[in-house]
């Protein structure tokens, strides 16, 4: 059942109140409150059990809006603007003082990006003031791309979802900081380097080391994340036949490559093409964690080779939830 307009008014009086609403976006959804009200912003780290040291992004309804939390708006920004939003890509900027220091967890930058959904389109043209909005669940867990996975992380006292069906993209936006000398992807997503150097004409630099001590400019970068309660083990075709036989129990293995997969293990068939894949990505490791299996194995959908393209971001979602847990 998705919600009506009068889901969207409760929504907007919640969030006024300090409360918080998950939204849907075309990525994942998403745990709003009102980002320049430094409490709300609060709930929502304690809600999650989310580090103070993994900065929020901030979701507005159009460029102008944008403008309005970032110190400076470059025309590169401009440009990747009227490009790809609404969309999965986000923009790392200097933020306006009105930024609480919380929301970009002390650092001189915000994240910020218009979303492709019109249900949450709605609620912040109607709320007229941006929101933050982290994946609706428990930090470090698999992130919801449809209204009950939020409802199987949070009771209805704690947080009113709005139900816009499930997310047609299914991992989180693309980041992009802005601030240095060449633009840098810090969290590969739907849109790609490629498309990113092809608008803006010039060279887009990679996910590179954090700097000492410095703050995080983007959420998404913890060595484990994205993580079911299984552990999950990554394997080429080749390799699968050999850890399935060293299990202890009966395995999920998600493959697109229909490899046989004998009882007592159990497949989840998955898409071959990177967009139908990263849709069903999330869906699929929270079907494969029910059972409570030893592992859930993963075969490599991007063949030999380094991953590109959406393969890539992907390829970051599936070792992230295969790091070792802390």
Not at 59 to 84: G, Y
Not at 138 to 167: I, K, N, Q, W
Not at 179 to 205: K, N, S
Request: some cysteine; overall charge neutral.
């Amino acid at each position: 059942m998705h919600a009506s307009p009068e889901d969207i008014a409760i929504a907007i009086a919640l969030l006024r109140c300090g409360r918080l609403v998950a939204f849907p976006t075309e990525t994942v959804y998403g745990l709003g409150a009102e980002a320049l009200n430094a409490e709300s912003v609060a709930a929502v780290f304690a809600a999650k059990g989310r580090p103070a040291s993994n900065p929020l992004i901030v979701h507005v309804a159009d460029e102008a809006m944008a403008r309005r939390v970032c110190a400076h708006w470059t025309p590169s920004a401009s440009l990747l603007a009227s490009r790809f939003w609404p969309g999965p890509l986000t923009l790392v900027l200097p933020k306006a003082p009105c930024v609480p220091d919380l929301v970009t967890a002390g650092g001189p930058t915000v994240a910020v990006r218009c979303p492709s959904h019109p249900l949450t389109l709605a609620l912040i043209e109607t709320l007229g003031t941006p929101l933050v909005g982290p994946s609706a669940n428990r930090s470090g867990a698999v992130s919801p791309t449809c209204a009950e996975h939020v409802r199987e992380s949070f009771g209805e006292d704690e947080v009113f979802v709005l139900d816009g069906g499930p997310c047609v993209g299914g991992i989180e936006s693309t980041v992009l900081d802005l601030t240095g000398g060449r633009p840098r992807v810090l969290r590969p997503g739907l849109v790609t380097p490629e498309q990113i150097a092809g608008e803006l004409g010039g060279p887009v630099d990679g996910p590179g080391a954090p700097v000492g001590d410095a703050p995080a400019r983007s959420p998404g970068m913890m060595r484990s994340h994205y993580a079911p309660g299984a552990p999950v083990r990554i394997v080429e075709a080749g390799g699968l036949a050999g850890l399935l036989a060293a299990c202890a129990g009966p395995a999920v293995v998600l493959t697109a490559g229909g490899e046989p997969v004998a009882p007592p293990h159990r497949p989840i068939a998955m898409p071959a093409e990177p967009g139908a894949y990263a849709a069903r990505l999330y869906a699929a490791l929270r079907e494969a964690d029910a059972g409570s299996p030893p592992v859930i194995v993963v075969v490599r959908p991007w063949g030999g080779g380094a991953p590109t393209g959406v393969w890539r971001a992907i390829a970051d979602r599936l070792e992230r939830a295969a790091a070792p847990r802390a």
